[in-house]
């Protein structure tokens, strides 16, 4: 079941599993000598999952490295893993009987998930409404088969064999199954963590955070390999050196393009106020999505972050004018933060917040990717963004594309790269005068020699991401 959710980045129907707690009585060892004596086991091809979990239990739980051997058909031996039927038929023939989910349970004190509803992610996103009714269905089917189970003819064994499974999928359930995936990789039967999506929306991400896919871009509003808060930590925070900006200065001021769901915010006023309780924290964030603060409310909030979420949640809204245009915005403004969230579209806000000369010492750079974004990553709109930054000023985006690169530096900026995470390319980083990494040498051939490496452009600030593709990729056929 992990291995589907690693491979098949599959979403999950949410709420509903098979699992138990407990004893799950139909995923057993039998064995003629006590468990931690065995030394050849011989396994059911018939879950792949339960194989796993004996695994664990042998080689996490005791420590131990038996045999294994998988067996086609059943006869009795000194040590086997049966499941389902042959678990309940054939348990009789064996001295000891230990049931895996109770081992588990024993060990960790959480249920164990023997399977989960998944869907293919292709098919589900062009069958959304397919999809969603079949989850429907399958929860009222199972609450119609247990308000009448009693009157089902079934053996009482079957019947309470069914009633003491779970089928729900909560907290508890998430929890159990990171930590399975997290034995399954220190065992090297998985290579590396799962995120755990789901149907509607929410990804939990490989740190534990939780974050969304947003249907309209096809996107994840944050790399689920490298968790929501790592990757505001490791790839704006401290790209951007909020940590030391607010050791030397009494106010700093950020530019967050890109609200979304307030992490990069959150952790930015965390590591801020870590550095310096005192310091000033000037923050404007800018957000085209009017119900932004709905999807935050809706969302797990990570404990370390609580403090930071008290205040977004606490956003008041209002208004504000800037170069003659009015906007909707969000506002926080107490003690030593000022953070206003500007509702509205992003090359516009930006074009308006430089005419009246506002200057930024950080800039997170952090709408959805250019393929899906294009708009807010052209040539132009740096331009802009440069005349809103101080000499000093780091601009941090996780974005690793040539023709974003390539913009950044046609718009006067020198760039450096940052330490992946979560992933294999580095993140980059922009200045106009400030502290960052040289760009190594095979980055700067790759930019002055790869086709790609064509800025995309959008002089009037006001084209569709589809015409500004289709003139990139005009331009780069000619080469
Ligand atoms: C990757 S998410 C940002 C995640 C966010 N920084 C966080 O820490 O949670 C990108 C965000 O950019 C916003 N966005 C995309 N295009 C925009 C535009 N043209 N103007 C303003 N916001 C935009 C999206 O609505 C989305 O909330």
């Not at 999505?289 to 209002?318: A, C, G, H, V, W």
């Not at 052209?378 to 000499?391: C, I, R, S």
Request: proline letters at 4%.
């Amino acid at each position: 079941m992990v291995l589907q959710l690693v491979r098949l980045r599959a979403p999950l129907y949410p709420d509903l599993s098979i699992s138990s707690y407990q004893e799950v009585g139909s995923v057993i060892i039998g064995c003629d000598t006590p468990i931690e004596d065995v030394q050849t086991i011989y396994l059911t091809k018939e879950s792949k999952t339960s194989v796993y979990l004996t695994r664990v239990i042998f080689e996490i739980f005791f420590k131990k490295n038996p045999e294994y051997r998988f067996f086609e058909n059943y006869k009795k031996r000194q040590t086997v893993l049966l499941i389902g039927d042959k678990a309940l038929e054939y348990k009789k023939d064996y001295k000891y009987v230990y049931d895996l989910s109770k081992i588990w349970f024993d060990k960790t004190g959480l249920p164990f998930t023997f399977a989960l509803w998944c869907v293919n992610k292709d098919f589900f996103l062009n069958n959304k409404e397919k999809v969603n009714s079949f989850e429907y269905q399958l929860k009222k089917n199972v609450k119609e088969f247990f308000d009448n189970i009693e009157n089902f003819e079934l053996e009482k064994s079957r019947k309470d064999y069914l009633k003491n499974l779970d089928y729900g999928f909560d907290k508890k359930n998430i929890e159990a199954v990171k930590l399975f995936a997290k034995y399954l990789l220190e065992i090297n039967l998985i290579k590396t963590l799962p995120d755990i999506r789901f149907t509607d929306g929410r990804v939990i991400t490989v740190d534990g955070t939780q974050t969304f896919f947003n249907f309209e871009y096809n996107e994840a509003y944050h790399s689920t390999k490298a968790g929501a808060y790592t990757e505001s930590l490791y790839k704006f925070t401290l790209p951007c050196k909020v940590d030391k900006l607010s050791k030397e200065k009494d106010e700093i001021n950020i530019l967050d393009v890109g609200f979304g769901l307030g992490y990069n915010v959150a952790v930015a006023i965390k590591v801020a106020r870590e550095n310096n309780p005192d310091v000033k924290i000037n923050i404007i964030s800018i957000e085209k999505d009017p119900f932004f603060i709905d999807r935050i409310k809706s969302m797990e909030i990570p404990e370390i972050l609580t403090d930071e979420y008290n205040i977004i949640k606490n956003l008041q809204p209002s208004k504000i004018k800037i170069n003659e245009r009015y906007y909707n915005t969000y506002t926080y403004l107490e003690g030593n933060l000022n953070l206003l969230v500007i509702v509205g579209e992003g090359r516009e806000i930006i074009y308006n917040l430089s005419k009246e000369n506002y200057k930024f010492d950080a800039v997170f750079y952090d709408p959805f990717s250019p393929k899906v974004n294009t708009e807010m990553w052209t040539l132009d709109l740096f331009k802009v963004v440069k005349n809103l930054m101080t000499e000093k000023a780091i601009l941090a985006t996780y974005s690793a594309s040539l023709p974003v690169r390539k913009g950044l530096i046609e718009a006067g900026f020198k760039i450096g790269l940052v330490e992946p995470v979560g992933r294999k390319s580095h993140s980059t980083v922009a200045t106009i005068n400030g502290e960052i990494p040289d760009l190594p040498e095979k980055e700067k051939k790759r930019l002055s020699t790869s086709p790609l490496a064509e800025p995309y452009r959008d002089e009037c600030l006001c084209e569709t991401k589809d015409k500004i593709l289709e003139k990139y990729y005009q331009r780069i056929n000619k080469y």
